[in-house]
């Protein structure tokens, strides 16, 4: 199972909706087709293959020049031991990759609140990597509340993960809102919303850094993977390399004067939010080839070398 997934709550209600909008389903597949689509719901699969709400809507999206309404502000949020999603304290803190329960919210806004019953889809990335598209069912039946953070999804986050959406789509219906509307991907190009590149999630700001050692020189490479925080803010570092030197670079390097093992700190600062980690780095001397010849000899005799490496 990805690690970061849908839980059975929301597979619950695709596999609900879906149930409604076809009638005559039940009657035209199969037992095991039935069971298939009953494991990808329960194992949380966020890819869809099986037209939800008349989804998954694939490339080209709809332009969606009007976008009415939009959406801003990413957040996640973790679930606590009551069940509530609430937001991180700054001084939260877990091994990195730790599994932690939460949903995204977002919030909603655009020139118009004549908005109900909103299709959402959109494609999870965590560290880069696709983890599937997601499609959910929002306000269905009421207006779309606007302006205060709004849950989109409930993910598996893994601690210190750099948390996206691409690929970010939104369907809705305008007029009074119908308790039994069904939300609905087709359509033109109004009354809906699309972002390509997405957005980064707003996340709790976790440090991290790797780095590269080789054995012809005592340099070593620093890539920074701090993530998390405001998106829309810059991040401050400071690295200490443990043998004297700093330096505020976002992916340094430092060329050590001898070998041996040094304790790397790296430092990462966002609106007031302060995260360190520490690191051992073992620098090893360049390799040198030792040939030892014996005097210079004429053939037919024969030489024999020896080689060390230290």
């Not at 087709?33 to 694939?58: A, C, E, R, Y």
């Not at 999206?61 to 679930?79: E, H, I």
């Not at 919210?105 to 494609?123: I, K, L, P, V």
Request: overall charge neutral; charged content about 10%; hydrophobic content about 35%.
């Amino acid at each position: 199972m990805d690690q970061l997934s849908l839980n059975q709550k929301s597979s619950t209600i695709f596999q609900t909706d879906r149930t409604k909008k076809s009638s005559g389903f039940k009657n035209s597949v199969s037992l095991q087709l039935l069971i298939t689509l009953f494991l990808f719901g329960f194992l949380g699969m966020s890819s869809n293959v099986f037209g939800q709400f008349g989804g998954p809507i694939s490339a080209p999206f709809p332009s969606c020049p009007q976008n009415n309404a939009d959406v801003t502000n990413l957040q996640f949020k973790r679930l606590n031991s009551q069940g509530q999603y609430v937001d991180f304290l700054p001084t939260d803190d877990f091994p990195l990759g730790t599994p932690i329960q939460g949903a995204i919210f977002a919030t909603f806004g655009g020139s118009t609140n004549n908005t109900n019953t909103m299709y959402a889809q959109y494609e999870v990335f965590s560290n880069g990597i696709s983890k599937g598209i997601r499609i959910e069912c929002l306000f269905q039946g009421i207006r779309t509340p606007q302006g205060t953070p709004q849950n989109i999804g409930s993910f598996t986050w893994n601690w210190g993960e750099k948390l996206e959406i691409r690929d970010v789509f939104f369907r809705w219906q305008t007029g009074s809102p119908k308790p039994n509307s069904v939300c609905d991907a087709t359509g033109g190009n109004a009354q809906c919303y699309y972002n390509g590149s997405g957005f980064v999630v707003n996340t709790p700001l976790v440090a991290n850094f790797s780095f590269a050692t080789n054995c012809e020189n005592r340099i070593v490479a620093f890539t920074n993977l701090t993530t998390g925080g405001d998106p829309a803010v810059d991040a401050t570092y400071l690295w200490n390399f443990g043998n004297g030197n700093t330096s505020t670079a976002i992916d340094p390097s430092q060329t050590y004067a001898t070998s041996g093992t040094y304790t790397v700190t790296l430092t990462s600062t966002k609106s007031g939010v302060v995260k360190t980690i520490s690191k051992q780095v073992t620098v090893y001397d360049p390799s040198v080839l030792n040939i030892n010849a014996p005097p210079a000899v004429c053939a037919p005799n024969t030489v024999n070398l020896t080689a060390a490496s230290v």
